[in-house]
């Protein structure tokens, strides 16, 4: 419980719930290995009449949950599904909501202190899939971005992990 209370509190952040009149984020004490930057990525892909979002981080040797809002365009795109990557447990605690049209609220966790991602190479975190909405419509420049201020990554250790948020453009 000792390290889930942290992702907890980090959730209950993403998802705009708890007292609204803190307004400074929890206190960073872990830092990016200096060897290569703790990065968490969206990475686009196609499928038919879907757009997929993998949800990808590198530089992190213990991740032990994220929660992270993105914004997208909600005339052209309708949130679908948030499924975790294989890279964590079964027992991991995977929630998704779209509060606002066009703000993906997201929260990916590992249950138990002794279980964790190893994101040290390139993992796939999980995996948003949105339906077009107009079928006809050119996705081009559209843009899926992060809200770092909403956004948390916590090692095993239940410490705010800083990394480099990176937005995508469809191209």
Same mark, same amino acid.
């Given at each position: 419980?000792?390290?889930?209370?942290?992702?907890?509190?980090? @959730?209950?952040?993403?998802?705009?719930?708890?007292?609204?009149?803190?307004?400074?984020?929890?206190?960073?004490?872990?830092?990016?290995?200096e060897d290569?930057?703790?990065?968490?990525?969206?990475?686009?892909?196609? /499928?038919?009449?879907?757009?997929?979002?993998?949800?990808?981080?590198?530089?992190?040797a213990n991740?032990?949950?994220?929660?992270?809002?993105?914004?997208?365009?909600?005339?052209?795109?309708?949130?679908?599904?948030?499924?975790?990557?294989?890279? +964590?447990?079964?027992?991991?605690?995977?929630?998704?909501?779209?509060? @606002?049209?066009?703000?993906?609220?997201?929260? +990916? @966790?590992?249950?138990?202190?002794?279980?964790?991602?190893?994101?040290?190479?390139? @993992?796939?975190?999980?995996?948003?899939?949105?339906?077009?909405?107009?079928?006809?419509?050119?996705?081009?420049?559209?843009?899926?971005?992060?809200?770092?201020?909403?956004?948390?990554?916590?090692?095993?250790?239940?410490?705010?992990?800083?990394?480099? +948020?990176?937005?995508?453009?469809? /191209?």
């Amino acid at each position: 419980m000792r390290v889930l209370f942290p992702v907890l509190v980090a @959730t209950m952040t993403a998802f705009g719930c708890g007292r609204t009149e803190q307004k400074e984020p929890p206190p960073v004490t872990a830092s990016p290995p200096e060897d290569e930057a703790a990065t968490v990525a969206l990475d686009t892909r196609f /499928d038919g009449d879907h757009v997929i979002i993998d949800v990808l981080a590198y530089g992190v040797a213990n991740v032990h949950g994220i929660a992270f809002r993105v914004s997208f365009d909600p005339s052209v795109l309708h949130f679908a599904s948030a499924l975790t990557g294989p890279a +964590w447990s079964k027992q991991a605690m995977a929630l998704a909501k779209e509060g @606002t049209p066009g703000q993906l609220a997201v929260l +990916w @966790t590992e249950e138990g202190e002794l279980t964790f991602v190893d994101a040290k190479p390139r @993992t796939v975190l999980g995996t948003l899939v949105f339906d077009r909405l107009d079928k006809g419509r050119p996705l081009t420049g559209q843009a899926f971005r992060f809200r770092p201020e909403r956004s948390r990554l916590m090692d095993r250790k239940g410490n705010t992990v800083r990394v480099a +948020w990176r937005d995508a453009l469809v /191209d």
